[in-house]
């Protein structure tokens, strides 16, 4: 067996481009599903029942589907049932959304409900107005609790993304794949993908290594 790395080097524009995506792809979904899971946080903790029922059924639908099924639903179903035609990139968008804002809304109910309640009574009592007390007690607190979670599921996601390469959205996988497939070298360009996924996502896990140890709440 002969092996002929140079094919890297000749096609390190495409890889480049696919990880520029893949990190793109990571940064927009993060901006999206951070308020939208803060807003279905706020719903299900809301006092109408009917907030309460539309964000649980939200939450407890898409977190406990794979994220390739909504891929794959938002791709080729969503346009059959209603006509609607996205390009790959913003279906893939939309996928990576829905699912990281279940969880996201789950990170951050629990954040909030772990904020005693009497620290709220407390500030009240010292003549805080709600609205005060909220941002001077109970979300600091909060923040402090979801931020090691949020880190940890940013690091799931960068390497989710992979997932949207088997709908044509040119990011680092399917970059990879569309090269192998053009020169038939697939060990040096799978290990290439290895690597630079890896050279990625390395300093992130690292960075959340110290989030927690900085950041993590001990009862």
Wanted: glycine fraction near 4%; charged fraction near 15%; charge should be positive.
């Amino acid at each position: 067996m002969t092996f002929d790395w140079s094919v890297i080097w000749t096609h390190r524009q495409a890889l480049l481009e696919g990880a520029a995506l893949t990190i793109a792809l990571t940064v927009l979904t993060m901006l999206l599903a951070v308020p939208g899971g803060i807003v279905l946080a706020l719903m299900r903790l809301s006092a109408n029942r009917l907030l309460q029922r539309m964000s649980l059924c939200f939450v407890e639908f898409f977190r406990n589907l794979p994220l390739i099924l909504v891929i794959y639903w938002a791709f080729y179903v969503m346009p059959m049932a209603t006509g609607l035609q996205m390009s790959p990139l913003a279906t893939a968008l939309v996928a990576l959304v829905l699912n990281i804002s279940a969880y996201n809304a789950e990170t951050f109910r629990a954040g909030i409900n772990s904020i005693r309640k009497g620290q709220l009574e407390a500030a009240l009592a010292m003549g805080m107005s709600r609205h005060q007390a909220l941002r001077k007690v109970v979300i600091p607190q909060a923040t402090r609790r979801i931020l090691p979670v949020i880190a940890s599921t940013w690091v799931a996601l960068f390497k989710d993304t992979s997932l949207v390469s088997v709908i044509a959205v040119g990011e680092l996988a399917y970059s990879a794949m569309q090269i192998r497939a053009q020169t038939f070298r697939v060990l040096e360009l799978l290990t290439a993908m290895a690597a630079i996924y890896w050279l990625m996502g390395y300093p992130q896990a690292k960075l959340v290594d110290w989030i927690h140890r900085h950041y993590g709440v001990k009862e």
